[in-house]
């Protein structure tokens, strides 16, 4: 499963917020994170699940997968994520991004506006699990 998948199966309309996470600092990961999360998609949208996605695939324990997060929110992004940009950018997650920004590219966040934002997360976690036997990396992080 791969954001192809989700946009040409998943019935959902994904909108992209505006910039990518690319950083090779964490100084310059968290001004990009602040900016992506502040952007007017992210700061007007409710209910929504999103996804992050990475330019490459990344191989899983069955095939690969350029979907590296799934999440949901009933109030905007901005709200979820914005605050949370200095813990993201640093430590074992600021590791973790570091990681998978240099092998596999830049990390982008895609949205979709939907009634049921809990279940909808639930059913594409669930078929990413099937696909891959396996959760998406970050899902699966402590954090």
């Not at 901005?78 to 950018?89: C, D, F, I, L, Q």
């Not at 920004?101 to 909808?120: E, H, L, Q």
Request: net charge positive; charged share 30%.
């Amino acid at each position: 499963m791969n954001l192809d998948d989700l946009i040409n199966k998943q019935g959902l309309s994904w909108e992209p917020l505006d910039g990518e996470l690319n950083a090779k600092e964490s100084k310059d990961f968290i001004c990009q994170f602040r900016d992506m999360f502040s952007c007017q998609g992210a700061r007007l949208r409710k209910k929504v699940v999103y996804v992050w996605v990475t330019q490459k695939c990344i191989p899983r324990l069955r095939g690969k997968s350029n979907i590296i997060y799934f999440g949901k929110t009933i109030r905007t992004l901005y709200a979820r994520h914005y605050r949370y940009a200095s813990t993201e950018g640093k430590g074992y997650n600021w590791l973790r991004y570091k990681h998978i920004i240099r092998n596999f590219g830049p990390i982008k966040v895609y949205f979709a506006r939907i009634s049921d934002p809990k279940k909808t997360e639930s059913k594409l976690l669930k078929k990413y699990y099937e696909a891959h036997c396996e959760c998406p990396p970050v899902n699966r992080a402590s954090r």
